[in-house]
């Protein structure tokens, strides 16, 4: 069976950007981490996909935008939950692929970016 994940949530209020309020929760189970970001209801989604999964197959599976910012976008925050979870974690290995968040700015996700790397400092759900 899969036991529970552990659930870390924040949020950050950005300064004069709109939406300026992004919600962040990152799920740990034993084998895969699932990062989300949401901002007035659209959802962006990363997820840490079972070994063998390819990243092909995961951004179809979840039908994810195939834009080059959304795919940079993607890469960073995976390299940063990785990071995060580099703490002790058996999934920090494993590819981030999909991501559903498609016009956020280099300097948006740069912030983003150095939040996640700290997910394991947020708040446990």
Partial sequence: GTSMPKVYKTTHQFDGDLPALVHL???EFS????????????L???FVPAP???ADDAEAR???PKSPATSRAARLLGDSLRRGADAGSSASTAPVVSLCLANE???RVQLLCE???QFRTWPQA
Avoid: E, M, N
């Fill in 62 to 64: 979840f039908g994810a």
């Fill in 44 to 46: 962006g989604c990363f």
């Fill in 31 to 42: 084998d895969r981490l699932l990062l989300s970001v949401s901002d007035s209801g659209k």
């Fill in 52 to 54: 063998g999964l390819q």
């Fill in 25 to 27: 929760s990152v799920l």
């Fill in 115 to 117: 939040l996640v790397a």
């Fill in 105 to 107: 700015s280099r300097s």
